[in-house]
C-alpha cells in the first residue's frame, strides 16, 4: 500500500515549548498528569488505529488502478483479498500505534492534539498553533518535489506501462500516506529508533537531547524513502537514476515530517503529509491534466 511518490523538502523547525513536554527540557507535573502517563492512552490507541483502518480502505482505488494486471493474476478472490489486506494493516498499525505511544511518552516525542481532545480542553488553541507550520511544511515540500522532477527527468527509463489514475483516487490516497504513513515511519520507527538511542545516549539531565532525535529522524526518513522503492519498480526499472530519485526526495520529505513531529507532534506530521499529497496526486493532475 504506497503511492508513486512521496513529499520531499527541509525547512528548519522551532521546537515545541507549549503543547506539551519538550525533549531536552525537564519539566515538573502534576500527580494527575504523572497518573495518566503510567496509564496506557487507550483514548490515542482507539483514534490512531481507527483512522489507520479508514486510511487503508481509502488507498484501495488507488492500488486497484496500479496493479490491476497484476491483480487479475491472483488466484484469490478481490473481495477475499480486500478483506485481507485490511486485517493484517489492522493489526500492524494497532501494534506500531501501541508501541509508538507507550515510548513517545518516554523520549518526549508528542500527540498534542489528541491530549486536548482526551483533556477536553485546549484543541482549537492546538490546532491554531499546529496548522500553520504544517500546511507551509507540506507546500514547501510540494514545490520541492516539483521543481526536482525536472533534474531527474532527462535520466528516467519510460513508464514500463501506462499509469493513469483519476484524481479522486488521489485525493483518497492522501489520506494513506498522511495516516498511515505516518503511523509506521514517525510515530512507530522513528520513537522506537529515537528510544533505542536514549538507552546509550541521554543527557546530564537524563532527558533525551536532541542530537538523539535528529539521528533518528534521518535514519527513518532513509527507511521512508527506501521503502517506495518497490514502488518505483513496478513502474520503471530500477535504475542508478530511478534509486536516486525515489531516496532523495523521500529522505528529504521524511526529514521534514520528522521534524514537525519533534517540533510540533504527529499531528502536524499528518497534516503536512496529507495536504502534500493532496497538492502531488489531486491538485497537480486536476491542474496538468495528467
Request: glycine share 10%; net charge positive.
Amino acid at each position: 500500500m504506497c503511492r508513486i511518490l512521496a513529499v520531499s523538502g527541509v525547512i528548519p523547525l522551532e521546537m515545541n515549548t507549549t503543547a506539551s513536554h519538550v525533549p531536552g527540557q525537564s519539566t515538573s507535573e502534576p500527580p494527575d498528569d504523572n497518573l495518566r502517563r503510567r496509564k496506557f492512552p487507550w483514548f490515542h490507541f482507539g483514534i490512531l488505529t481507527g483512522l489507520g483502518v479508514l486510511g487503508i480502505f481509502a488507498v484501495f482505488p488507488l492500488v486497484l488502478a496500479a496493479y490491476s494486471e497484476k491483480l487479475a493474476k491472483i488466484s484469490i478472490s478481490l473481495p477475499l483479498l480486500i478483506v485481507l489486506q485490511t486485517l493484517q494493516g489492522g493489526v500492524l498499525l494497532g501494534g506500531g500505534t501501541a508501541l509508538g505511544l507507550v515510548l513517545g511518552r518516554k523520549v518526549g516525542l508528542t500527540t498534542p492534539l489528541l491530549d486536548a481532545l482526551e483533556n477536553k480542553h485546549g484543541a482549537l488553541v492546538v490546532l491554531k498553533r499546529i496548522l500553520p507550520l504544517a500546511l507551509l511544511g507540506g507546500s514547501v515540500a510540494f514545490v520541492v518535489v516539483i521543481f526536482s522532477l525536472p533534474i531527474f527527468k532527462p535520466y528516467l527509463p519510460p513508464l514500463s506501462h501506462p499509469v493513469n489514475i483519476a484524481p479522486w483516487k488521489g485525493l483518497l490516497a492522501s489520506l494513506y500516506g498522511g495516516i498511515d504513513e505516518e503511523i509506521f515511519l514517525r510515530l512507530f520507527l522513528m520513537t522506537l529508533l529515537a528510544w533505542l538511542l536514549s538507552l546509550k545516549w541521554r543527557s546530564k539531565d537524563g532527558s533525551v537531547g536532541k542530537a538523539v532525535l535528529l539521528t533518528a529522524n534521518v535514519i527513518a526518513a532513509l527507511v521512508f524513502g527506501a521503502g517506495h522503492l518497490p514502488v518505483m519498480a513496478a513502474v520503471r526499472p530500477l535504475t542508478p537514476a530511478v534509486v536516486a530519485m525515489a531516496l532523495s526526495l523521500n529522505a528529504a520529505g521524511g526529514i521534514i515530517l520528522g521534524s514537525l513531529y519533534i517540533s510540533r507532534g504527529l499531528e502536524a506530521a499528518m497534516i503536512a503529509h496529507c495536504f502534500a499529497d493532496i497538492l502531488l496526486h489531486f491538485v497537480k493532475p486536476l491542474v496538468s491534466g495528467s
